[in-house]
């Protein structure tokens, strides 16, 4: 004789855990876009100069080039990775072209949960570069937010975030099994 076992949603639901775990996903969803607006705030603001990070005077669009700054400031304080970064900035206006398509379909996929598995290493990929130029650290002489949120866009394309308040769903189907690198 065979005893059915309780699907995992069953007994998940007999403890009380399904609402719970739904409501997390959802918040997931919620930091997914959170961290894709934070990629966008920054392509605009780089691209317009807004006066936040970027003056007016030294936005893309007038010129100014996005990573000249920062990474100008990264050589200048010393960071021991500066062959590096004079390396990059030889290669403006590229690294400029590339930096500023990197934060546009960055941000993109993780606000609209399209593309998350490119997005999860393009991200992580460039939040390690972001944390590389940081250096020296000044706050922690080891993590930074930086080297969190790369971590964290991994995870979130790990456990499917872009389903959650996002059109992952609805693109996996999309895309399908012929290439789903695009996921």
Same mark, same amino acid.
């Given at each position: 004789?065979?005893?059915?076992? !309780? $699907? ?11 609402? !719970? ?33 970027? !003056?007016?005077?030294?936005? %893309?669009?007038?010129?100014? $080039? ?21 390396? %990059? ?51 922690? !002489? ?28 609805? %693109? ?12």
């Amino acid at each position: 004789m065979t005893t059915a076992v !309780p $699907s995992s949603s069953t007994a998940a639901s007999a403890r009380g855990t399904v609402a !719970p775990a739904r409501a997390g996903l959802t918040l997931l969803g919620v930091v997914r876009i959170m961290l894709g607006l934070t990629f966008l705030w920054a392509f605009l603001d780089k691209t317009v100069g807004l006066g936040f990070a970027t !003056p007016a005077d030294r936005a %893309w669009i007038r010129g100014g $080039s996005p990573t000249a700054g920062f990474l100008g400031g990264a050589i200048e304080a010393g960071n021991p990775f500066a062959g590096l970064w004079r390396f %990059w900035l030889s290669l403006n206006p590229v690294t400029d072209v590339l930096f500023m398509a990197g934060l546009l379909g960055i941000g993109l996929a993780l606000v609209l949960g399209i593309g998350m598995r490119i997005a999860a290493v393009s991200g992580a990929a460039m939040y390690a570069l972001m944390y590389l130029a940081s250096f020296p650290l000044t706050t922690n !002489p080891v993590i930074d937010e930086h080297l969190v949120h790369g971590v964290l866009v991994v995870a979130l394309a790990a456990v499917g975030a872009g389903d959650h308040l996002g059109l992952g769903a609805a %693109w996996r189907r999309l895309v399908g099994d012929r290439a789903a690198w695009l996921i």
